[in-house]
């Protein structure tokens, strides 16, 4: 007989924001078995997960949700009562310069996920399938206005045109074949086990290591950022309270420009390092725009407020902080993501699943 109340599939629980969620479900959910299903690409990485992964309600498995037959097969072993779906290729730049990566696993991956649920699921509208997506499938905000749950899609990217066309097919599986379905949109996040290839990040290895900062353009592009936590608290309100069929915004009320974001940043590190205030400014250095960069996103959050009761509740100066205190004591772990070697190890771990 089964010990828990519900056994959930988290996919991409070993990247940046699938880490947050799957460790606040095992440790705030003890009744739920929590399976996290990752292939583990260059940004999943189980480091994040040490603290929990002997929790008795929490189960590991490498695999790749592009192999249809596997995921069938797991969703017949496990009988799932919920899919929290974050597995994903989730870089802009790499989608610019691999954008097939994108649509098997953005796409297909999905649609792979959706009709084993839908294999396994049958009639029964109890079990519920949560895809976690982002704003950038709004497309581009100029100075004024937000990204409300009914603006037009209209993706610009790789990257966003495979999450938009992700987004569509979890509607389409809702509407045809009645499939219980949520999907929240959310901004940027920032915070604890974000790969170092994303602007906060980078730039906080860079400094630390006196390499110039790359900022694309004029540094103007505005993003709206998000503590990874705050993510995580918004993704357990959806997955419980939210509305079938419905999708919801999320964000942080907290805009800012890609230079003024490095600036701040950089007086942060030079006090935290003991460097002369201004030091880390003089690694800034404007570099060739990205292709076809959105200008600005911003997001309304009025709906999750209203309707589910969640806000943001880190500030912007608290959090950041709180993401540089964590990598400068976790230099190890961003010596090993940089150089690949977790990858070379769990390769070597879990070459026979
Ligand atoms: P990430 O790149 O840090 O993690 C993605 C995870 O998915 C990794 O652990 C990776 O190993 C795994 N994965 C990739 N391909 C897979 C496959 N084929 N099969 C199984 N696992 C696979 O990404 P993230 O930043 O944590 O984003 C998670 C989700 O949230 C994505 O769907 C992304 O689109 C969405 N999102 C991200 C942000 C953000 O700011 N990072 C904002 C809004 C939405
Ligand atoms: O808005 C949500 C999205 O946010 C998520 O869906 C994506 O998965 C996530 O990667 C993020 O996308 P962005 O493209 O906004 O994030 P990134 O950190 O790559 O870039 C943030 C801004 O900084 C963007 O305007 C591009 C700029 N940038 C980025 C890098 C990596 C630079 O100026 N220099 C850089 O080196």
Redesign the pocket.
């Known amino acids: 007989m089964n010990q828990f109340s519900k056994t959930l599939l988290i996919t991409g629980g070993a990247g940046f924001i699938g880490s947050h969620v799957v460790r606040l479900f095992v440790t705030k959910y003890p009744e739920y078995k929590i399976v996290n299903l990752d292939k583990l690409t260059y940004a999943g990485n189980l480091e994040n997960l040490r603290d929990i992964e002997n929790a008795p309600n929490y189960k590991f498995i490498k695999g790749d949700i592009v192999d249809a037959d596997f995921i069938q097969d797991l969703f017949a072993v496990y009988q799932f009562d919920g899919v929290i779906h974050l597995a994903?290729e989730?870089?802009?730049?790499r989608s610019i310069s691999n954008p097939i990566e994108f649509v098997m696993t953005n796409v297909v991956g999905t649609v792979n996920l959706l009709n084993a649920a839908k294999h396994n699921w049958k009639d029964n509208k109890e079990k519920r399938f949560y895809h976690i997506?982002?704003?950038?499938v709004y497309g581009t905000l100029g100075n004024e206005g937000l990204f409300t749950e009914n603006t037009p899609y209209d993706p610009h990217?790789p990257?966003?045109a495979s999450?938009a066309s992700s987004d569509h097919f979890v509607r389409a599986y809702h509407d045809t074949f009645g499939i219980n379905t949520v999907i929240s949109n959310?901004?940027?996040?920032y915070g604890p086990n974000h790969f170092p290839?994303?602007?906060?990040p980078?730039?906080i290895n860079n400094i630390l290591n006196k390499k110039p900062?790359?900022?694309?353009?004029k540094?103007e592009?505005?993003?709206?950022w998000l503590y990874v936590i705050d993510h995580a608290r918004a993704i357990d309100v959806v997955f419980h309270n939210g509305k079938s069929g419905e999708t919801y915004n999320i964000g942080g009320h907290n805009e800012w420009k890609?230079i003024d974001?490095?600036r701040l940043l950089c007086k942060i590190m030079d006090k935290k390092l003991n460097r002369a205030e201004g030091e880390s400014e003089k690694l800034i250095t404007f570099?060739t725009d990205?292709a076809g960069?959105?200008l600005r996103?911003a997001i309304d959050a009025s709906k999750i407020e209203k309707e589910l009761g969640w806000k943001p509740s880190v500030t912007f100066e608290k959090g950041l902080e709180q993401t540089v205190d964590w990598y400068l004591n976790n230099k190890e772990w961003l010596q090993n993501v940089t150089s690949g070697n977790y990858q070379k190890y769990y390769e070597q771990q879990y070459h026979n699943r």
């Open positions: 994903a989730s870089h802009v730049d997506s982002t704003d950038e990217s990257y966003s999450k959310c901004s940027n996040n290839e994303k602007l906060i980078l730039a900062i790359p900022i694309y353009g540094g592009n505005v993003r709206d890609n974001l490095i570099v990205r960069h959105d996103y």
